[in-house]
């Protein structure tokens, strides 16, 4: 399998020429663990530990991170399940797909950041006591909780940082969870799903039964991932010289994906939260003009795939709009979750979910040899008979079937 990744050292260049710390003397002299257990011992709050069996990965700066393989609470994304289910789905697919044992909650509330990001209506006690009332929530049931959403995972990680610091925070915090019958609980590690898919991807890899080094994919790596509290994202030095997170990238590589490389690959999706509110023809015309047709134009990727979901939804749903001026589009986009899964023998439509997308997959599914009308007649069986009343919905054995 061949890589279509620029030298290392133009990586390193551009990345300082963009200011970025690249080595791990230029660390953060604080390490957030030192915060949270400190405050543990001061009695300020628990730390819930990550579970075992866990795995160690290296983040930005060198720095250890424990992601869990199971016993794991999933806090799932109000977007996945309201635009693009099959996100989550894949997800939870995954994990039965190893034997894994995990929860997905019922009690669970939304985070609440898109508020914060996007309309400033909030304020910082609000914003940390959801945080906490989750992990609290998460503590109680004994399963570990594993982010969905990058825009949650990189405002918990600031609610974090915050709440280490800030001593009249935590007090207005601990009233509010109080008056809920809360406690107040940490835990160890922020963990975001597409780490827990980065440290099985060999495991994917083991189970994969369509071949895929065909393909070429491009990455979009989500800023709320690897742009807020940077020194808490997973990097490797054999994906880009440790210069790019390894999130997406080395999944792609685990399952034989060719991986390619454009020049704007640092670039927001255009979602951009505020834009995507107020000026939505921009963030659109971000995304066509930005991302897709520089993929397009630089290497005509069969996929591009990334990990959060406005990403997911601003690079797949404003293709339509592109296509009505005659723009370079029509690139299908799906998370690492679903393209693993897919890889895994997943049902394009009764897990993966793809009729949800805009923009047309079927010839990436023709390049993969899947028969994508016998497929859609399968999902359209399932629905009729839901339709007659024959069953209530989809069950995980249908899935499977």
Request: hydrophobic share 35%; proline share 4%.
């Amino acid at each position: 399998m061949t890589t279509q990744f620029i030298p290392v050292e133009e990586v390193i260049k551009s990345a300082k020429k963009r200011g970025f710390k690249t080595t791990p003397d230029e660390a953060p002299a604080e390490d957030y663990h030192d915060g949270i257990f400190e405050l543990e011992k001061e009695g300020e709050w628990e730390v819930q530990r990550v579970p075992e069996p866990y795995v160690e990965v290296e983040t930005k700066y060198g720095r250890k991170k424990r992601v869990p393989l199971e016993h794991t609470w999933h806090h799932k994304s109000c977007g996945q399940c309201g635009h693009i289910p099959g996100y989550s789905t894949s997800v939870y697919w995954l994990n039965r797909a190893l034997g894994y044992d995990y929860l997905d909650p019922k009690d669970q509330t939304s985070c609440t950041a898109w508020n914060y990001y996007a309309s400033a209506t909030s304020n910082p006690a609000a914003q940390a006591a959801v945080a906490m009332r989750n992990f609290a929530a998460a503590e109680e049931t004994g399963y570990f909780p594993i982010i969905h959403c990058g825009t949650s995972f990189g405002h918990y990680k600031e609610v974090r940082h915050e709440l280490i610091h800030h001593h009249e925070l935590r007090r207005q915090v601990r009233a509010v969870l109080g008056k809920l019958g809360k406690k107040m609980v940490m835990p160890e590690e922020i963990v975001h799903y597409s780490e827990w898919v980065h440290v099985n991807r060999d495991k994917f890899a083991e189970k994969q039964v369509i071949d895929m080094s065909d393909i070429t994919a491009t990455v979009h790596p989500a800023c709320h991932y690897h742009k807020l509290i940077e020194e808490d994202a997973i990097y490797d030095s054999e994906i880009y010289g440790n210069q790019r997170t390894a999130i997406i990238s080395a999944t792609l590589k685990a399952l034989g994906i060719n991986v390619a490389d454009y020049s704007t690959w640092y670039d927001c999706c255009g979602f951009g939260f505020r834009h995507i509110l107020v000026s939505r023809d921009f963030s659109r015309s971000f995304a066509v003009q930005r991302k897709i047709e520089v993929m397009k134009e630089e290497a005509n990727p069969d996929v591009t795939v990334t990990h959060d979901t406005g990403c997911v939804t601003t690079l797949d749903q404003s293709q339509f709009a592109g296509k009505a001026h005659d723009r370079k589009v029509g690139i299908p986009v799906m998370s690492d979750s679903q393209i693993a899964a897919l890889a895994m023998g997943a049902h394009p439509y009764k897990v993966l979910q793809l009729h949800w997308h805009n923009t047309d997959n079927k010839p990436f599914f023709e390049k993969l040899g899947i028969d994508w009308q016998k497929k859609w007649q399968e999902f359209e069986d399932q629905v009729e008979k839901i339709r007659k009343g024959e069953k209530e919905y989809l069950t995980w054995e249908d899935a499977d079937a």
